[in-house]
């Protein structure tokens, strides 16, 4: 089954609680992470993750876009997230970061940025719940879905079925109803989305109607 993870990036900071409970029947609240170093902007860390997770039930699908994740995703494991994301371009030691987050409770996941191919990581994978393919440079919401990603998602979900894994795919950066179907089609079940949900008039609404499309 498809799961829509809106992404607070675009919500109203001011209003967090109100905006994390604005898309409750969401499957995840993805919640952006970055630290102004591994990508060239700067949102919110651990004392947010804590309060937010006070303020709402959607479970938390906390995206690290940070240097140093080693040191740093247990600490979000901690404050309440249900699954953390670490970058595959920052990780040192992502097998013994994958196992660490898993030992703490927490849904391990390893993002690769657009330039950066999954074929390397093919070893790991049995060590991760969830694969993140960014379909737009790290950074920023609201940027156009980049198509040339879909190959790599196909590639991806080829790599998982000859393994055999439970493991989830997920896609985050231009996800929209204008988008959503190629991403599904292409082998993605987890579908990050922030203006596409943030920027609608309901963004309850929002969700369910990419659940629907994605699942068509
Ligand atoms: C971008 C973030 C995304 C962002 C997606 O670096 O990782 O999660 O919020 O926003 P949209 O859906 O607007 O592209
Ligand atoms: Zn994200």
Redesign the pocket.
């Known amino acids: 089954m498809a799961q829509i993870n809106p992404?607070i990036?675009?919500a109203d900071f001011a209003r967090l609680a109100d905006e994390a409970r604005a898309v409750e029947g969401a499957d995840w609240l993805?919640v952006?992470v970055m630290d102004n170093h591994f990508?060239p902007n700067l949102t919110l860390g651990v004392p947010v993750v804590e309060s937010l997770r006070k303020a709402t039930d959607t479970p938390l699908d906390c995206?690290l876009?940070i240097e140093d994740p080693d040191r740093w995703a247990p600490q979000y494991v901690e404050a309440g997230a249900g699954s953390v994301t670490f970058h595959a371009e920052a990780a040192a030691a992502p097998v013994r970061l994958a196992r660490q987050i898993r030992a703490q409770g927490a849904r391990a996941a390893m993002a690769l940025r657009p330039a950066t191919p999954v074929e390397p990581y093919e070893d790991l994978l049995p060590e991760l719940d969830m694969l993140l393919v960014m379909t737009?440079e790290?950074?920023?919401?609201?940027?156009a879905f980049l198509d040339v990603m879909l190959p790599k998602i196909r590639r991806t979900r080829r790599l998982i079925e000859r393994h055999g894994l439970q493991m989830w795919l997920q896609v985050?950066?231009?996800?929209s109803a204008e988008t959503i179907e190629r991403c599904a089609e292409a082998g993605a079940d987890v579908f990050?989305?922030?203006?596409?949900v943030y920027g609608a008039d309901d963004p309850a609404a929002a969700v369910r109607s990419l659940r629907a499309q994605a699942e068509e």
């Open positions: 992404s990036l675009s993805h952006d990508v995206h876009m737009v790290p950074g920023f919401g609201g940027q985050d950066g231009g996800v990050v989305a922030g203006s596409a």
